[in-house]
């Protein structure tokens, strides 16, 4: 449990000051330390609620998702692409109510990321009482039906899930 | 081997350029907010990280192309929640043309609550 802790102080620290050297385009003793300095002060300054509770990181489910994300845009982003070039009417769209099956919020804010991420899908509205994400769809038809729409959201959540899912979500989900 | 890497880079950066056109004759030609957004948010992102991709491609010093992560790694997390608000306030704001929609849900389950 004390290292558990001590990770979830010392992470974001680390994370930062690896976000300070990028910034300063070079890495030296200085840049590192005034890294770890601003990265302190600023963990001291604004302390963020804990959302990653017991959220378990796989680097081969994050591959995956990663390499599923980068796929999938291109498809999707071909697919919005001739949508708003074709002539004719614009797209078919529909409001659809995705229920989620993951009580964590960091797997329920995950794949709402990136689902508003990819092109044809929006999340407009979330209701975390009950895990439910409100999509708008673009061109219903040309992705296969409002039950094929909610599945893909569903699969989107499996793939998180197998990525940086709780245990609990992993029992219920997979 | 730089001439290769020279078409690369311009075919990628082309593919970029695409992209953000359709974004802005998606933004013109679609009907509403939400599907705007589509366009908006979306193949614009595609775009970036495609100039990205050429500027990575032809970068020097290994700490440049950790800035492009950087840059990518911010559009992806903060774009799609931009997209997000300006949603939500469309359709909080009753900006949304019912007419475009075949169902929706959402004002199905915000009337029962």
């Not at chain 1, 439910?132 to 219903?140: I, S």
């Not at chain 2, 998606?26 to 970036?48: E, N, S, Y």
């Amino acid at each position: 449990m004390r290292v558990v802790t001590a990770m979830r102080v010392v992470a974001p620290v680390v994370g930062m000051a690896v976000i300070w050297i990028l910034l300063w385009g070079n890495l030296s003793v200085a840049n590192a330390l005034s890294g770890l300095a601003v990265g302190l002060l600023v963990a001291a300054l604004s302390r963020l609620p804990h959302v990653g509770a017991g959220a378990r990181i796989r680097i081969g489910g994050c591959l995956r998702l990663l390499g599923w994300f980068a796929l999938d845009m291109a498809r999707s982003g071909t697919r919005v692409a001739w949508q708003a070039l074709r002539p004719g009417p614009p797209p078919v769209n529909a409001v659809i109510a995705v229920a989620l099956r993951t009580h964590s919020d960091l797997t329920m804010v995950f794949t709402a990321l990136a689902l508003s991420a990819l092109p044809g899908s929006l999340v407009v509205e979330v209701r975390r009482s009950r895990q439910t994400l409100y999509v708008h769809v673009l061109g219903v038809d040309e992705q296969g039906g409002l039950d094929k729409a909610r599945q893909d959201a569903l699969d989107l959540e499996k793939r998180v899930i197998r990525a940086i899912g709780t245990a609990d979500d992993r029992r219920e989900v997979l | 081997m730089s001439v290769a890497l020279d078409v690369l880079v311009a075919v990628v950066l082309l593919l970029g350029a695409l992209f953000s056109l359709t974004a802005g004759v998606g933004l013109l030609r679609f009907p509403d907010t939400l599907a705007r957004l589509h366009t908006g948010a979306k193949p614009q992102v595609i775009g970036l990280m495609a100039t990205l991709l050429a500027i990575g491609l032809r970068a020097e010093a290994p700490l440049n192309i950790g800035i492009l992560l950087l840059v990518a790694t911010c559009q992806l997390m903060t774009a799609p929640v931009a997209a997000h608000m300006v949603g939500r306030a469309a359709y909080r704001s009753g900006r949304v043309r019912a007419d475009l929609l075949i169902i929706d849900e959402l004002s199905r389950d915000l009337s029962e609550s």
